[in-house]
């Protein structure tokens, strides 16, 4: 790894790196930063192409440490605190971060995660806040989701929050980006059931068969799922409240709902 220090918030290349926090900038350069010792491991292991990683001085032994997986050429550059203070998008920053290529999204193939030869994906419809996408991908690989689809999508991808809430597993989750039909007629043809969490059904989360290939679609935070899929054939289910709030958070219900559908494949 070829290192360089840079002291100057002017230099050009620590002013494109400040810009990669929007997402023009992203779109433009088709790249993205990533934040963290663990995600970066991560995301190299995935196959992400890496420009370069930027580290305060005391984090230079744990940036040598991934030389392996970096390789000779990327150029590592050290900055000083306070200009780090300036790019790093985390409250507790670990001084690290890195600059990747964006991949084209690939199609989900069914995955290589199965519990009893079934499979189940993740469908986030219309979703708001990039916290919660993260938190859909960790949920996604905690239950050993084949992928997650998004539809309808609002958010940047590569929205550095999103990756932050994943605790990295947004580089080992394979996941795409589809319109409503496209994502229909793709479960469909795979024989997938469609599962749709609605406040309004009759059918508990736990009464419902979930046995067998399972696509769980879960609705914008406020408004749940959009109509594209609300009208389509599926089997509707809610999580019971005791409150007075009719849902939970997104990715609370991810988890109780998946976790529900490994229980069934467990034990079928």
């Given at each position: 790894?070829?290192?360089e220090k840079i002291t100057?918030n002017?230099?050009?290349k620590?002013k494109?790196?400040?810009?990669?926090h929007?997402k023009?900038?992203?779109d433009?350069t088709?790249l993205?930063i990533?934040?963290?010792?663990?995600?970066?491991k991560?995301?190299?292991?995935?196959?992400?192409?890496?420009?370069?990683?930027?580290f305060?001085?005391?984090?230079?032994?744990?940036?040598?440490?991934?030389?392996?997986?970096?390789?000779?050429?990327?150029?590592?550059?050290q900055?000083?605190?306070?200009?780090?203070s300036?790019?790093?998008y985390?409250?507790?920053?670990?001084g690290i971060?890195?600059?990747?290529?964006?991949?084209?999204?690939?199609?989900?193939?069914?995955?290589t995660?199965?519990?009893?030869?079934?499979s189940?994906?993740?469908v986030?419809?219309?979703?708001?806040?990039?916290?919660n996408?993260?938190a859909?991908?960790?949920?996604a690989?905690?239950?050993g989701a084949?992928?997650?689809i998004?539809?309808?999508?609002?958010?940047?991808?590569?929205?550095?929050?999103?990756?932050?809430?994943s605790?990295g597993?947004?580089?080992?989750?394979?996941?795409f980006?589809?319109?409503?039909?496209?994502?229909?007629?793709?479960?469909?043809?795979?024989?997938?059931?469609?599962?749709?969490?609605?406040?309004?059904?009759?059918?508990?989360?736990y009464?419902?068969?979930?046995?067998?290939?399972i696509?769980?679609?879960?609705?914008?935070?406020?408004?749940?799922?959009?109509?594209?899929?609300e009208?389509?054939?599926?089997?509707?289910?809610?999580?019971?409240?005791?409150?007075?709030?009719?849902?939970?958070?997104?990715?609370?219900?991810?988890?109780?709902?998946?976790?529900?559908w490994f229980?069934?494949?467990q034990?079928?």
């Open positions: 790894m070829r290192i100057s002017q230099n050009d620590f494109l790196l400040g810009h990669l929007q023009k900038w992203r433009k088709t993205f990533v934040e963290g010792k663990k995600e970066i991560q995301a190299l292991k995935n196959d992400y192409i890496i420009e370069s990683i930027w305060v001085e005391s984090k230079q032994q744990d940036v040598l440490d991934l030389e392996p997986l970096i390789g000779e050429k990327i150029y590592g550059f900055i000083t605190e306070d200009m780090f300036k790019i790093g985390r409250e507790k920053t670990e971060i890195a600059v990747f290529q964006q991949k084209k999204l690939q199609v989900i193939k069914g995955g995660n199965r519990i009893n030869n079934t189940l994906i993740i986030a419809d219309n979703i708001e806040k990039p916290g996408i993260g859909l991908f960790r949920t690989d905690g239950v084949a992928g997650l998004l539809t309808n999508q609002i958010v940047d991808i590569y929205n550095p929050n999103i990756i932050r809430n605790v597993t947004f580089f080992s989750v394979p996941f980006i589809m319109e409503t039909k496209d994502a229909w007629d793709w479960l469909t043809e795979q024989s997938y059931k469609i599962v749709i969490a609605s406040p309004q059904s009759q059918t508990m989360y009464e419902a068969d979930m046995r067998g290939n696509a769980i679609i879960l609705g914008n935070e406020h408004s749940g799922v959009s109509k594209s899929w009208k389509r054939e599926s089997l509707k289910i809610k999580i019971p409240m005791n409150g007075v709030n009719d849902s939970l958070n997104v990715s609370v219900s991810s988890g109780i709902i998946s976790y529900e229980k069934q494949n034990s079928s």
